[in-house]
């Protein structure tokens, strides 16, 4: 088993309960298991403004399968959740499963680029991944809270638990 991280994305058909379907699909893949995730958290559109807010979290998952096996998976749970690829870069999408890191793994191939290559620069990554792995040491070497430091919180909102 490995650990990985894996951050949502949703800014249409109602985000917040698109992110609590796909951490459900999460927890029923095979030969995984759903460790924790982060609060959901409200932001602007980075990218092209004339689109809705998205919300975003972050989940802890081990699992024992291969890279390109969960990639699969997670584009499977997308189209499930009615992802449409669209030609617009930077679009609205209903859900965006990204593999962040997969465990201490450097990949680099056309399909699958680990770690993911913005995340570094988003808060609305760095700051639920820190909620749920605050010590968190990335390949490189670097400690997450060095990113952290380089990243302002800014127009993030953490958004309540459902009650
Ligand atoms: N902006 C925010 N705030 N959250 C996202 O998940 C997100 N995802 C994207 C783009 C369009 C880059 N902007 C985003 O893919």
């Known amino acids: 088993m490995e650990r990985v991280y ?9 985000p917040a309960e698109q992110l609590r379907r796909a951490l ?4 029923a893949l095979p030969a995984s298991q759903l460790v924790r995730h ?3 958290y409200a932001s ?3 990218g092209p403004p004339d689109q809705p807010r998205y919300v975003n979290a972050v989940a802890a998952l081990d699992t024992g399968l291969a890279p390109l ?6 584009q499977r749970i997308e189209q499930e959740q009615g992802r449409q690829r669209k030609a617009e870069r930077w679009g609205p999408r209903t859900l965006d499963l990204d593999i962040l890191l997969f465990g201490s793994r450097i990949i680099d191939e056309p399909r699958l680029t680990v770690p993911h290559y913005h995340m570094h620069a988003r808060a609305f990554v760095l ?4 909620e749920i792995a605050e010590d968190l040491v990335m390949p490189d ?3 997450l809270v060095d990113w952290l430091a380089a990243c302002p919180f800014a127009g993030l909102e953490r958004l309540p638990a459902p009650a």
């Open 24 to 27: 459900t699909a999460l927890a």
């Open 69 to 74: 096996e969960l990639l699969d998976a997670l």
């Open 6 to 14: 894996i951050g949502l994305g949703s800014n249409l058909a109602e």
């Open 141 to 143: 070497g670097r400690p």
């Open 127 to 130: 700051y639920p991944l820190a």
């Open 44 to 46: 602007a559109p980075l």
């Open 38 to 40: 982060s609060s959901l």
